[in-house]
């Protein structure tokens, strides 16, 4: 499709739950990010990925997080054992060629409360 | 350390006002500046992307400028439909792609 496609768009865990949080990258995008979006629009990388290999993932918690992209697949984030400090929306754009070009298409967020 | 601040944080202008909205930036050789525009409960939304001082690009009542140092995004005769936060982000120096952000400023446009 031609839209990147994220579920759910809310989620409520209490804190020590896991979440996971499904990114769908527009088809033929081999690139998929993930962006923290906390309080004051402070949007924070935390990993990327070119097919199903990481890219980069120097953004990402050593500690709780975790995240995969699998063939035929949908992306997935997950957090282990949530913490109130991770409530946030979460972002997961996709792109064909992230070095070069207009940047990337962005879906429309997974907001994740912790309660 | 790759940085963006934008300035201001909010602004409010009243239909028809034209003003500018900031972005200063620290990267080690630019390859490229972006701006965004996001509405409340959306995902960023792509506006333009500049790369290299004197670069301008306009769409609309939107336009973009950039210098070494920072970038402009002049809104000129706004309406309230403009009313968004913009968002202003530079691709990192490490061979990743991925962005840094700024804060971002928060426009509101009244009729």
């Known amino acids: 499709g031609e839209e990147v496609a994220q579920t759910p768009k809310h989620l409520v865990r209490g804190e020590g739950q896991k979440a996971k949080l499904y990114c769908a990258p527009i088809k033929g995008h081999s690139y998929v990010f993930w962006y923290q979006q906390v309080l004051k629009n402070e949007f924070k990388f935390l990993i990327s990925?070119?097919?199903?290999?990481?890219?980069?993932e120097t953004g990402m918690p050593k500690e709780r997080f975790s995240a995969k992209c699998l063939p035929n697949s949908p992306c997935s984030l997950e957090i282990q054992a949530t913490k109130l400090e991770d409530s946030a929306v979460y972002f997961c754009a996709s792109s064909q060629s992230p070095l070069t070009g207009n940047g990337y298409t962005f879906g429309s967020g997974t907001r994740l409360t912790v309660v | 350390e790759d940085q963006v601040t934008q300035s201001p944080e909010a602004l409010r202008l009243q239909e028809g006002e034209s003003s500018s909205l900031n972005c200063s930036y620290t990267v080690s050789g630019l390859r490229g500046l972006f701006w965004y525009r996001q509405d409340p409960g959306k995902g960023p939304e792509f506006l333009f992307t500049l790369y290299s001082a004197g670069e301008e690009k306009e769409k609309e009542r939107l336009k973009a400028t950039l210098t070494k140092k920072e970038s402009f995004l002049h809104i000129t005769a706004p309406k309230p439909e403009d009313s968004a936060t913009y968002l202003c982000?530079?691709?990192?120096?490490?061979?990743?792609?991925?962005?840094?952000f700024g804060q971002g400023t928060t426009l509101q446009v009244k009729p």
């Open positions: 982000a530079v691709r990192g120096s490490g061979n990743t792609g991925k962005l840094i």
């Open positions: 990925f070119q097919n199903e290999n990481v890219f980069d």
